[in-house]
């Protein structure tokens, strides 16, 4: 829920001159309590963030000109619950922690809304992250097996894939009979291709994207398919993990999302197949999952059940056979916006598709299972 913070109403002083009614309000959320990880034999327990979704505060503003046409914008600050130091925009001395948080680092766009639809700028959430989380109740966190064995973004290593794009715009039609659907576009920049390239303002060694989707959203369902290529030829950047993506010609990512609702039960349905293809020939990343979801809702009780699993179409040592999705989530709600959860995820990883944290060495791999158990407290405002 919105606390506005600021709500101005200005009246004309000529009469002929029609001003704009501004609001300006504060949301979000705070994420965290004890998580028990296991990846593949490494073994760590601690307070910790995010157990059940994304902490945030998030900067909204809208300005309503009359005749149906409005400006909006928002920016999202994503946020370290547990660490003064994730939350400085630097690493620790020792170098172990990655900043966790810095002013702006999530969503940031802007745009007019009218009879003509949305027109939004800036760094935008990509369809991907929609329909992913249309498709199953556990967010990006502990259950929803995120950068396990789905991804945003196939031009990735899994554990970098991003959920938004950067200089990029994005247009949504209106809504007829409960379908609307939305564009959106990066033009993609190199050094090699750019007398005007600069490393110091904006970001513009960046690929190419181009993303379309369609969403059904009427009366019990729910459900977008969103499909997303980016074209990385010429392109000069790096992952956190180190690799070089320029090794990447193109990576395409398709997924269904859908989730229907009869009485006190939900039923999701999640599909996603996502391809990278080398520059060198062959495939960086060849993968197909399916998951379903059953979530039943008794008073305050909120139970959800998650099965699936995932293929991947590339051969190697570490692919001995499918991967394996289990999640179950329990939620107790204090209030409509906050709730004590309980979360446990298992991704038998057969296929060979869940990375590991850098912090974890291959060497301390001891078996095939990643598992993530969290108990905690999620409060909205």
């Known amino acids: 829920m919105k606390k506005s913070l600021i709500a101005v109403a200005v009246v004309a002083a000529l009469p002929a001159v029609a001003f704009a009614q501004s609001t300006v309000s504060i949301d979000g959320q705070f994420d965290s309590g004890y998580q028990s990880l296991n990846y593949k034999g490494a073994k760590i327990g601690a307070f910790g963030n995010n157990g ?5 505060i998030n900067f909204r503003a809208n300005q309503d000109f009359g005749g149906g046409l409005k400006a909006e914008f928002r920016v999202e600050t994503d946020w370290n619950t547990v660490s003064n130091n994730g939350n400085t925009g630097a690493k620790k001395a020792d170098g172990t922690l990655a900043a966790g948080s810095a002013f702006g680092n999530g969503e940031i766009r802007g745009g007019l809304i009218g009879d003509f639809g949305r027109v939004d700028f800036g760094a935008i959430n990509n369809a991907q992250l ?3 989380l249309t498709g199953q109740p ?3 966190a502990i259950g929803s097996s995120f950068r396990g064995v789905w991804s945003t973004d196939a031009a990735s290593p899994m554990a970098a894939s991003v959920v938004r794009f950067d200089n990029s715009a994005r247009y949504i039609t209106p809504k007829f009979s409960g379908i609307s659907a939305s564009i ?3 033009q993609k920049n190199t050094k090699a291709n750019s007398s005007n390239y600069s490393g110091t303002v904006g970001n513009f060694d960046y690929a190419g994207v181009q993303e379309f989707s369609v969403r059904y959203n009427e009366g ?3 459900a977008i398919y969103a499909t997303t290529k980016q074209t990385l030829t010429g392109t000069d950047v790096t992952a956190a993990t180190g690799t070089a ?3 990447v010609s193109t990576a395409t990512n398709n997924t269904l999302g859908a989730n229907y609702t009869f009485g006190d039960y939900k039923l999701f349905l999640l599909n996603q197949t996502a391809q990278s293809n080398l520059v060198a020939g062959g495939h960086g990343v060849d993968r197909e999952a399916t998951a379903v979801t059953g979530q039943y809702t008794m008073g305050n009780n909120v139970v959800s059940l998650q099965i699936g699993k995932a293929k991947n179409k590339i051969a190697s040592a570490a692919n001995t056979g499918n991967t394996s999705i289990f999640a179950l989530g329990y939620d107790y709600n204090l209030s409509k916006m906050t709730s004590i959860y309980v979360r446990h995820e298992k991704l038998g990883d057969k296929g060979g598709l869940v ?3 850098s ?3 291959a060497a301390d791999m001891t078996g095939k299972d990643r598992t993530r158990t969290a108990l905690g407290l999620r409060i909205g405002f």
Do not use: K, R, Y
């Open 138 to 140: 556990f967010g990006t």
């Open 359 to 361: 912090q974890i060495a």
């Open 130 to 132: 929609d329909a992913f």
């Open 184 to 186: 959106l576009g990066v």
């Open 245 to 247: 993506l320029s090794a």
């Open 52 to 56: 059940s979704t994304t902490s945030q």
């Open 220 to 222: 019990p369902i729910n």
């Open 355 to 357: 990375g590991m944290p």
